[in-house]
């Protein structure tokens, strides 16, 4: 089974997809994608583009699509980070993006999966206000399969940085899809988990009024 982890953003989108054991859902190998605006940031798995190549937004989305698109074609699972409801900002090209994203994804197959942004930085740090920071500290200490992002730039503040925060923020997202999927098989228990992890599962919010698993993923039916 492959799965991916999407942090969406119009200029620097970042995915990771993790290649699990069809029968332990444990990580046999992860790559992931980035993009960058910055020529000295471009990397293997990391492409970079000339805002000025484009005419109008519509051309870059349709680009970054199109690698996005390629990357996920083996992927039966993805999860996305929902939107920042009370964010600033230019959150309507935010959302023309992602929602293009999402619907490529959608007729194309995928089952997704939309998890809040607390729970996301929960899930990664134990803490639903943690920054970008935070999230990239928790993920060097993390033990276990993961990106490689030693060539990318260290996060070395709250507001973070491209696009070494994009693939870290969207690991967690797909290691978050990851554990739902172990549960869901019932490969780990909910009691086993630590305290903030079984909160996370049984958290309901506004936009979301039933918890994770029992609510469905989104699929073409």
């Not at 935070?134 to 030693?150: D, E, L, R, T």
């Not at 988990?193 to 009024?209: C, G, Y």
Request: hydrophobic residues 40%; glycine residues 8%; charged residues 25%.
């Amino acid at each position: 089974m492959i799965i991916a982890g999407c942090d969406l953003s119009k200029n620097s989108p970042g995915i990771v997809k993790l290649i699990l054991d069809d029968k332990t859902l444990d990580i046999i190998d992860v790559q992931s994608l980035g993009f960058t605006s910055v020529k000295k940031n471009e990397q293997a798995g990391i492409i970079f583009y000339k805002k000025t190549e484009f005419n109008f937004d519509q051309d870059q989305f349709i680009r970054i699509e199109n690698c996005i698109f390629d990357f996920l074609k083996d992927v039966t699972h993805i999860a996305l980070e929902d939107y920042a409801y009370g964010g600033s900002g230019n959150i309507t090209d935010l959302a023309e993006f992602c929602g293009y994203i999402k619907l490529k994804q959608f007729l194309d197959g995928k089952k997704i999966r939309v998890y809040d942004i607390p729970s996301i930085k929960i899930f990664g740090t134990g803490k639903g206000n943690s920054d970008k920071l935070s999230m990239y500290q928790y993920f060097v200490k993390h033990q276990g399969a993961k990106p490689n992002i030693s060539t990318m730039p260290p996060v070395t503040k709250g507001s973070g940085v491209s696009p070494t925060s994009d693939i870290v923020d969207a690991f967690w997202i797909a290691s978050f899809l990851q554990l739902e999927l172990k549960l869901r098989r019932g490969l780990v228990k909910l009691m086993s988990l630590d305290e903030e992890k079984i909160k996370l599962f049984n958290r309901v919010t506004k936009h979301q009024p039933q918890n994770v698993l029992v609510t469905d993923f989104i699929e073409k039916r």
